[in-house]
Each structure stands twice: as C-alpha cells, then as structure tokens.
C-alpha cells in the first residue's frame, strides 16, 4: 500500500453484521455540521467514555480540530449510511500521530449507540489500521477511562498490551499486518478480516487511479522538439524505403513493411502537428 494510500478516494463501501450499508471516507472541512450533531447524538455514556466529558456541545475551536485534519499526521475517517449519506454519520475514528514519537499514534473512536454492536468499530478500527500503516505508525493506542471495559476488553483481545502511565491507561496496538499474528480470538478473527477488506479496496482504487493517470498521460513537446522528432522519423522512414527496396530477404522485408506502416502514420501525424 502507498505512503499517499486515499488521499481523496471514492467512499469504501461495507455492509454491518445486520446488512446495513455503510459508505466510509476520510472526514472533510465540511463535516463539521455532522461530527456536532452526531457528537450531541451520542448517549451521555458514549460521549463521556470518548470525550472524558458529558458535555454534548463541542468548541467551535474542537470541532474545527476534529473536522480540518490533514490525512497524514491526523488521519480521521467516517462512516455513512449508504441509504442516506446525507445522515449525520454514523460513527467516526481518528489517529493523532505522537509529536514526541511519530512511530505512535492515539487512535479515537465513537458509533452512535443505535449502530453499535454491529460491527461498525471493527471496520473503523481496520481503516485506520490500514492507514496508519501506510504512513509508517508502528503503534495505535487507545487512552480510556478505566471502566470502559467494552474497549478494553476489545482491545486486549485484539492483542494490545495496556498500562498505567502517569494517570493513563494506555492500549496499545501493534500496526504490522499478519493474518498469522492476529490473536485467534473472535476479535483478532473480525478484524483481520476487516483488514483484508480495506486492503482489497484501496488497491482496488489505487489501480483504477494509476490506470486513469496512464489514460491521461501525453507527451507534452515543445515545437522546437517536434521538428528535431519529425526530421528524424522522416530519416527512418526514407532509410525503410531505401532498404525495402534492395533487400531479398522475405522476413527482413516484412519487419521493414511493419515499421514502414507504423512510421508513415506517425510521420503524417507529425507533419499536421507541426505544419511541415
Ligand atoms: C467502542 C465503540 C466505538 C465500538 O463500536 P461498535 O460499533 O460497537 O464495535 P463492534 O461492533 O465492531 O464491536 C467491537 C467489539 O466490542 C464488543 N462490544 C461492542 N459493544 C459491546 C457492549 N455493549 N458490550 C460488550 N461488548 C461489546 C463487540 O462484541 C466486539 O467484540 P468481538 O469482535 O469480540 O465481537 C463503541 O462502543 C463506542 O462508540 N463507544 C463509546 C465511545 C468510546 O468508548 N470510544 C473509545 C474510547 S476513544
């Protein structure tokens, strides 16, 4: 996967254990309006296990931290309902990279809690996996609140070591894809599976981008160039006829007819281009 891995992609589609359809894409300026809606959507508990507050309104100076990321360094993405992507979004996770060590990055999530249970975390947690390791984070960690044990039971299970630090308590996850390293658990299972899917996807998109760019490339010329080009097509081609003209040789004779067909085309194209 590239280090630019979806800068500005076309929404991952998924679909929830309940078969909901979800549209995920990296959150945008404009989000701003969904992430305060969907924050004041949250139940208190929700909202108080990821924010540490009950307090159902942002900042305007949080939302625009939430809502103005650059992809790299602050990598958020959201979660759509297909049928109605213009819902205030389903849920959202984010990854701030450490400014003291840029190999670790502390990862956030929320699902309003009509959605939760349904797989939706899972897949959030797997975007962001993918991400993270496209940018070269080495470790995602979760800081919760001690009595949020849905996320530390979910995360131990995933195979993150926890700890206390100075008052913290810290998950931390290892960013390095291998099915075979994933703990055998129904967590490490769904997540891995979650992983593969992401991947397929941004490959998926990144070949459809490398074969559009391929699509659009052209040979941008100067006119001084496009002379000096159709002087020396113009060469070839005399040579070719010179050649056609003297040999026996049944196969060389048909390899120069080839290159003589390929030549006169270009030759005419050249000469319209550059009216010579
Ligand atoms: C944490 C959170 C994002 C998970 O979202 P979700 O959509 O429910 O996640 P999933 O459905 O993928 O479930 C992930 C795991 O948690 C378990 N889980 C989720 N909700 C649970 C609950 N209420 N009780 C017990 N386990 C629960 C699931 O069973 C699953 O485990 P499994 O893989 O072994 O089956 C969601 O609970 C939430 O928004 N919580 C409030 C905010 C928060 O705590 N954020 C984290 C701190 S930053």
């Known amino acids: 996967m590239t280090k630019q891995s979806l800068q500005s992609p076309k929404p991952l589609p998924f679909t929830l254990t309940d078969g909901t359809k979800v549209l995920l894409r990296p959150v945008r300026p404009e989000d701003r309006a969904r992430l305060e809606n969907g924050v004041a959507a949250l139940s208190y508990e929700s909202r108080y296990f990821r924010f540490f507050t009950s307090v159902a309104r942002l900042s305007d100076q949080r939302l625009r931290l939430l ?13 759509l309902d297909a049928s109605d992507p213009k819902h205030p979004g389903l849920g959202v ?9 840029p190999k670790v990055a502390e990862a956030a999530f929320a699902v ?33 609140l001690s009595e949020n044990t849905i996320v530390s039971n979910w995360w131990r299970n995933l195979g993150a070591a926890d700890s206390w630090v100075s008052g913290e308590y810290r998950l931390d996850l290892s960013v390095c894809y291998n099915a075979a390293l994933l703990p055998r658990t129904r967590s490490g299972e769904n997540l891995g599976h979650a992983i593969e899917a992401v991947q397929a996807l941004v ?10 760019r391929r699509n659009n490339m052209q040979l941008v010329l100067t006119d001084e160039e496009k002379t000096e080009v159709l002087e020396l097509v113009r060469e ?18 048909d390899t120069l007819k080839r290159r003589h067909v390929v030549l006169e085309g270009l030759l005419k194209r050249l000469q319209t281009d550059t009216g010579g």
């Open 112 to 144: 309003i809690d009509a959605y939760q249970r349904r797989g939706l975390g899972t897949i959030l947690l797997a975007v962001l996996y993918v991400m993270a390791e496209a940018r070269g984070v080495q470790v995602l960690r979760a800081i919760i």
């Open 203 to 212: 490959r998926g998109q990144e070949a459809n981008v490398s074969r559009e």
């Open 236 to 253: 070839e081609f005399e040579e070719i006829q010179t050649e056609l003209h003297h040999t026996k040789n049944p196969g060389y004779r």
């Open 93 to 101: 996770g984010r990854f701030i990279r450490s400014s003291e060590d």
């Open 67 to 79: 809502s103005e990321v650059d992809q790299q360094n602050h990598v958020a993405w959201i979660a």
